[in-house]
């Protein structure tokens, strides 16, 4: 029973901690590849946030040698450039 309370009880704080920071998504450049942040400082990866019409963003590492750009409060849709670009300038959208 103390198990299932604790399994319980570490379910209910990943939920509330998602929540709180809520998703965070990798944008996409022109050529369809991460922006990639290997040499680049957080306010790099910020400003193509920005761009991407995110809240901000900051340089991450999710895996060994891999150092990618992520934005936070960033819809599905502005994570890709054209998408992002298509919404700043409706002129584009044929």
């Given at each position: 029973?103390?198990?299932?309370?604790?399994?319980?009880?570490?379910?209910?704080?990943?939920?509330?901690?998602?929540?709180?920071?809520?998703?965070?998504?990798?944008?996409?450049?022109?050529?369809?590849?991460?922006?990639g942040?290997?040499?680049?400082?957080?306010?790099?990866?910020?400003?193509?946030c920005?761009?991407?019409?995110?809240?901000?963003?900051?340089?991450?590492?999710?895996?060994?040698?891999?150092?990618?750009?992520?934005?936070?409060?960033?819809?599905?849709?502005?994570?890709?450039?054209?998408?992002?670009?298509?919404?700043?300038?409706?002129?584009?959208?044929?």
């Amino acid at each position: 029973m103390v198990k299932m309370q604790v399994i319980f009880i570490a379910f209910i704080a990943v939920i509330a901690c998602s929540m709180v920071y809520g998703d965070s998504l990798s944008p996409w450049n022109e050529g369809d590849t991460y922006y990639g942040c290997q040499r680049q400082t957080d306010e790099f990866c910020n400003k193509i946030c920005k761009l991407h019409l995110a809240s901000g963003g900051s340089c991450q590492q999710p895996a060994p040698f891999v150092k990618l750009c992520t934005c936070q409060g960033i819809d599905y849709d502005n994570s890709f450039f054209f998408g992002a670009l298509e919404k700043q300038c409706p002129k584009l959208r044929g």
